[in-house]
C-alpha cells in the first residue's frame, strides 16, 4: 500500500510509465509493481518541482525526455552486485578460459579482452580486474583491458570512483584487498578505494543493451552479462544475445548468472555449463 507521503499513481499514468521503460531498457515491471514505482519515483517528483504523475508524463512525453527517461531508467534499476558475486565464473575463467587462450594471444600479439555488460557500481569488473591481473603476473607479455557498462549512469559514475565500504570488500581475499585497495583516512575512515593501477584498466561506458551498437571493440573474448537477463522477456533476450555475440571473438565465451538459462532462444551459442556459453 502506497504510504500517505506518496504522489498517487493513476493505473492510466503507471500503464504509460511501465511502457516507457520498457520500449527503452527492456525492463519489464509487472503488474503489481505501482507501489514500487510509486515510492521510487515521488521523491524525484519533488526535486523537480511536480506534483503529479500526469505532469510527470507530460515531460516523459516532450521531445526533450531523453535526460528524464535516463533519470527514471536510474530509479527504477535494480543495481544490486557484490565483489566475487558467483566465484565459480572466476574460477573457470581462470582454470579452462585462459589457459589455452594465453598462447594464442602471446603468438598474435593480441590483447586480451574481457567486457562486463551490466557491470553495476563496479563490484563485477574490480573483481575480474584482481583476477585478470592476479593471473597474468605469469604473463607479462599479455596486455588486457576490460570494458564494463550498464544502463545507469549513477552506478557508472559509482563505479568510475571505485570507492566501497570495507564491508562491500569482506569477499576480496586479505593479500588481494592489500594489493588492490587503499584505506581511506579521516572523511573517508570506514572506506576504501581500488588503486588508480587497478581502476586504469577498466573502460566505463553507458551502453544499453538494446542501442544498435555497442562503442566496445569486436573480438571479445569473454562477456560477462549476469544477473540482468532475468528482468528481460524471452524476445529481448534473444535480441541482446544475438547482439552481444556480435562483438565475442571465434571461440569466445558469454557468462550469465546462475539463475538465467537461455533455454528457448535461439542464440547459436554452443551451452559448456550452466550459464557458460561458446561462439563455435
Ligand atoms: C542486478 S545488476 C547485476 C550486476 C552484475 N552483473 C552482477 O551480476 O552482480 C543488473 C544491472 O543491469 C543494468 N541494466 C538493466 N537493464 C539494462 C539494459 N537494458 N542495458 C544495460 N544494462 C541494464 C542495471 O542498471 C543494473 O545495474
Avoid at 511502457?19 to 510509486?38: E, F, N, P, V
Avoid at 527517461?69 to 565459480?88: A, K
Avoid at 573457470?92 to 600479439?109: D, E, N, Q, S
Avoid at 547482439?243 to 571473438?249: D, G, N, P, W
Amino acid at each position: 500500500m502506497s504510504s500517505s507521503q506518496e504522489t498517487p499513481l493513476s493505473a492510466e499514468a503507471y500503464r504509460f510509465i511501465v511502457d516507457l521503460i520498457y520500449r527503452h531498457s527492456r525492463i519489464k515491471l509487472g503488474s503489481d509493481k505501482q507501489a514500487l514505482l510509486s515510492s521510487r519515483l515521488t521523491k524525484r517528483l519533488r526535486s523537480i518541482g511536480l506534483s503529479s504523475f500526469d505532469d510527470y508524463c507530460a515531460v516523459l512525453r516532450s521531445p526533450q525526455s531523453q535526460d528524464e527517461i535516463e533519470e527514471l531508467l536510474d530509479l527504477i534499476s535494480t543495481n544490486h552486485t557484490r565483489f566475487y558475486r558467483e566465484p565459480d565464473h572466476f574460477d573457470y575463467l581462470i582454470a579452462k578460459i585462459l589457459p589455452p587462450l594465453i598462447p594464442t594471444l602471446i603468438a598474435r600479439r593480441s590483447p586480451l579482452r574481457v567486457w562486463s555488460a551490466a557491470s553495476s557500481s563496479g563490484e563485477e569488473p574490480y573483481t575480474l580486474a584482481i583476477v585478470l591481473s592476479e593471473f597474468l603476473r605469469a604473463f607479462p607479455a599479455v596486455d588486457w583491458q576490460i570494458c564494463a557498462s550498464d544502463i545507469s549512469k549513477r552506478v557508472l559514475t559509482a563505479a568510475k570512483q571505485g570507492v566501497y565500504r570495507m564491508d562491500a570488500v569482506e569477499p576480496v581475499p586479505p593479500d588481494l584487498l592489500k594489493r588492490y585497495f587503499q584505506k581511506g583516512f579521516g572523511a573517508q575512515e570506514g572506506k576504501c578505494r581500488v588503486r588508480s593501477e587497478l581502476r586504469d584498466k577498466v573502460r566505463y561506458e553507458r551502453i544499453n543493451l538494446f542501442q544498435h551498437e555497442y562503442p566496445i571493440p569486436l573480438q571479445q573474448h569473454v562477456i560477462f552479462c549476469r544477473n540482468v537477463m532475468i528482468y528481460f522477456d524471452i524476445p529481448s533476450r534473444e535480441q541482446a544475445v544475438k547482439r552481444m555475440s556480435h562483438y565475442l571473438a571465434p571461440s569466445g565465451y558469454l557468462i550469465v548468472g546462475h539463475s538465467e538459462s537461455l533455454m528457448g532462444i535461439n542464440h547459436g551459442l554452443k551451452s559448456i555449463q550452466q550459464g557458460i556459453y561458446q561462439k563455435p
